[in-house]
T-cell receptor, first 116, second 111 residues
Framework: DTGVSQDPRHKITKRGQNVTFRCDPISEHNRLYWYRQTLGQGPEFLTYFQNEAQLEKSRLLSDRFSAERPKGSFSTLEIQRTEQGDSAMYLC??????????????FGSGTRLTVV | DAKTTQPPSMDCAEGRAANLPCNHSTISGNEYVYWYRQIHSQGPQYIIHGLKNNETNEMASLIITEDRKSSTLILPHATLRDTAVYYCIVRSLYNFNKFYFGSGTKLNVKP
């Protein structure tokens, strides 16, 4: 499979627990993005990486959220002390940026988080 | 990035052309128009994009008005599998960092 992979597809957790999601981008893509999507809404930007550097974070990304991309390949998104409002689909996307030009994003299928 | 306005939902008969409109009246000269769609429980899928000229690929056609303030995505022969939410997004040539998704148009293709 050469697309963007996300794991797990579904996660149910109790309020207050920590969760971690993983994203494996398309292998040659140097940019990786995280989005969040709540029911009935379009995806909202959270953060993005150029290789291993996290270059931008949305105000939606509170202190309880942290994202990493340690070797410039896969990325993890951790949510600490989950709240019910964190329930959403978390989408990862990747793209190739080369000399200022950029391919379109490719999205993964997302991780659906339910906080109970 | 410029905001876009789309109708919340549309119905289309299977086999007919589906024409999905999008208004982007505040678009600036360096902004592209992108279309993505999202089938239930999946991530958004790229369809097509354009700057000024009309574009066509194996999935769809994109018609951009001369003043660039609106565009139409055309699915020439809609199938049941085209039922999805379609997002029209404008994105700066100089800020490829993120997309602003609106609420999109829910296209229902009916037999």
């Amino acid at each position: 499979d050469t697309g963007v992979s996300q794991d797990p597809r579904h996660k149910i957790t109790k309020r207050g627990q920590n969760v971690t999601f993983r994203c494996d981008p398309i292998s040659e893509h140097n940019r990786l993005y995280w989005y969040r999507q709540t029911l009935g809404q379009g995806p909202e930007f959270l953060t993005y990486f150029q290789n291993e550097a996290q270059l931008e974070k949305s105000r939606l990304l509170s202190d309880r959220f942290s994202a990493e991309r340690p070797k410039g390949s896969f990325s993890t998104l951790e949510i600490q002390r989950t709240e019910q409002g964190d329930s959403a689909m978390y989408l990862c996307a990747s793209s190739l940026e080369y000399k200022g030009d950029q391919d379109c994003y490719t999205f993964g299928s997302g991780t659906r988080l339910t906080v109970v | 990035d410029a905001k876009t306005t789309q109708p919340p939902s549309m119905d289309c008969a299977e086999g007919r052309a589906a024409n999905l409109p999008c208004n982007h009246s505040t678009i600036s000269g360096n902004e592209y128009v992108y279309w993505y769609r999202q089938i239930h429980s999946q991530g958004p899928q790229y369809i097509i994009h354009g700057l000024k000229n009309n574009e066509t690929n194996e999935m769809a056609s994109l018609i951009i008005t001369e003043d660039r303030k609106s565009s139409t995505l055309i699915l020439p022969h809609a199938t049941l599998r085209d039922t999805a939410v379609y997002y029209c997004i404008v994105r700066s040539l100089y800020n490829f960092n993120k997309f602003y998704f609106g609420s999109g148009t829910k296209l229902n293709v009916k037999p």
